[in-house]
């Protein structure tokens, strides 16, 4: 009986990158599983119980440090792994179709380096959602929120398990481009109203997601309708994934942005109801006079 249940598994562990599968984290999925529960746990109990009799913590210097730090990183990250994969001059990957290369070059090696940072850096990404905690900002802790600070390095797991490189570059690539854009965003509002009214663009920033999710579709369908030797397993994994995003940022968008332009035409409505009524006092009022 248990060798049936665990047969699946050892099939599926024989199909490993063998230039990654014994790299810290990625000899199994238990020691990512096991940090992405516990970041969950954290931020949706233990936080909260810690916090729940406590102030919020003036934390502004250091998430203001935090946010510069990761608008270094992931600028840094675009740019060399732009550099390994489709920027010029050192980048000569298809953004049509890219299949992935498994022999032990320079480049590669370089590349399945890079990613493995990457994961790293998604996971660091989780002081996001601590800083929440800390400040008792519940109201930011959503089930998006979690849900992406979540799946997102469990994704580039099984990318550097399986497979780094090649078509699946693309996607980490425009995400890290964005959170450049984001964390830049979120540095200027941690210096709190002196800059609020600079940050006018914060749906664009929402739209910008959602954008990238819409390409990283696109992007992903090309390999099952051109053969250049791309695992379609892959495709249909990053299809998975930014269609749930996708909806998920589009039911933020339409919550947060639509339904607050609904509330402003309802006001300006209900004042400009006011402001007749007071005409039409008035005018009676006149009348007795």
Known sequence: ??????????????????????????????????????????????????????????????????????VLLSAGFFYYGGQLTYIPPGGNFSIICERVDYRYTDRNLHLLNLSWWLMILKMVEFFDTIFFVLRKKSKQISALHVTHHSLVPWGIWIGLKFGAGGHNAFVPLINLFVHTIMYSYYCLAAFGERLRPYLWWKRYLTQLQMLQFAIAIVHSLIPLWIDCGFQPFFAYAMIAHAILFWIMFYNFYQKNYNQNNDNNINNNNNNHVVVQKLKQNCNQNQKFE
Do not use: A, H
């Open 1 to 70: 009986m248990l060798e049936s249940l665990t047969r699946p598994y050892q099939w599926l562990m024989s199909k490993s990158d063998p230039r990654t599968s014994e790299w810290p984290l990625l000899g199994s999925p238990f020691p990512i599983w096991t940090i992405i529960f516990c970041y969950i746990y954290v931020v949706k109990r233990l936080g909260p119980r810690i916090m729940k009799n406590r102030p919020p913590m003036q934390i502004k210097s250091i998430i203001i440090l935090y946010n510069i730090l990761m």
